[in-house]
């Protein structure tokens, strides 16, 4: 992983999941008081982990679903700790710029961990270059997973990449074996296996294109994606859910994430794909 990301075995950490990462960065850097901002609609993990550890979440508004770095700028305080910018948030599937990032990193003080979580960060098509911040020195600590493009989620296998001062905190509140080694057998097969990633990505750009297009035709709200899933309203998402659920088709139900009028539905094979917009159309009766 170090040759291939061009750092250190010092600026990298692995976790049973990044989800685990996650938790690490709030042993090391939350106190009972703590601010962590996070965007709205982001990632819910961030502010259970808050939670966790006492802190308070501070979730700024995201208009049109997209993180509004300018916005967190302002919201933080001398309290803050933590700030997650996850790019492609999840469930919104939304990013921002390179040039955003860069212009929001210039301004961010000291005192703050940026997280920049990159969990879906291998279906973009123009991957910002991240990697830069922690070349820099910067107060950051970039989050990849094997669980969405090498399709490992079941193994639990993710990491941080950060500067040495912040990693080496990060492993001090660790288990000593928190990375198991069938995972790690298959991280560094999956890692290699690009044509298996090439692949993915190219079925998760046709499905996605293909869900889109048919939630238009249907006249359906949706956000436009840039990762393997696509957020969508449908009226009583959790009446949608049990439905689908009914029919054998599992979407997600976004009540807990304020947005109870829409589902996320992740993309699958063409024949799964065309079965869950059958399965919609059925339940929506269009
Ligand atoms: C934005 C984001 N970050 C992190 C994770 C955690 O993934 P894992 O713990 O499987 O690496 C997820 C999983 O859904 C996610 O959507």
Redesign the pocket.
Known sequence: MANKFGVTLGQIVLGN????I?ELIGHAFLREGDQVVTAEHA?V?YKLMATLFGAETIEVPDPGLVHDLDAMLAAITPRTRELFI?NP??PTGTVVSMEALDRFMDKVPDHVVVVL?E??YEFLDNPPDTMKYVREGRNVIL?R?F?KIQGL?GL?I?YGIGPEELITVLHKTRQPFNANAIAQAGAVAGLADEEHQNRTKQITDEGRTYLQDEFGKMGLEFVPSYANFVLVKVGDGNLVFQKMLDKGVIVRAMAEYKLPDWVRISVGTMEQNQRCIATLKGILGK
Not at 17 to 20: I, L, P
Request: glycine share 10%; proline share 0%; no cysteine.
């Open positions: 999941g990044s989800n685990e996650i990632f993990v996850a948030n999840n979580d969990a879906y989050l997973t669980s989620a639990r993710g």
